[in-house]
């Protein structure tokens, strides 16, 4: 058996948030990169089931220590 575990907010999946995370996301919304499978799941920091500027900005704020991400 084979188990996922999902970060939110980990986009690169190495089990922390980084600078790297953010780039990623902000790529993803402007077009530059696909994000699939874990990854697309952990981008949709909100849990809403999609990934929006609200997700892009929930990881700005974590990363600034303005808020935190809820997993």
Do not use: F, P, W
Request: hydrophobic residues 35%.
């Amino acid at each position: 058996v084979n188990y996922v575990v999902v970060v939110r907010g980990d986009l690169n999946g190495d089990g922390k948030m980084s600078a790297l995370d953010y780039v990623k996301i902000r790529n993803y919304l402007d077009g530059a990169n696909s994000l699939s499978g874990a990854y697309l799941k952990s981008a949709d920091t909100s849990g809403d089931g999609r990934v929006t500027a609200l997700d892009y900005v929930k990881v700005r704020n974590h990363l600034d220590g303005k808020s935190a991400i809820v997993q």
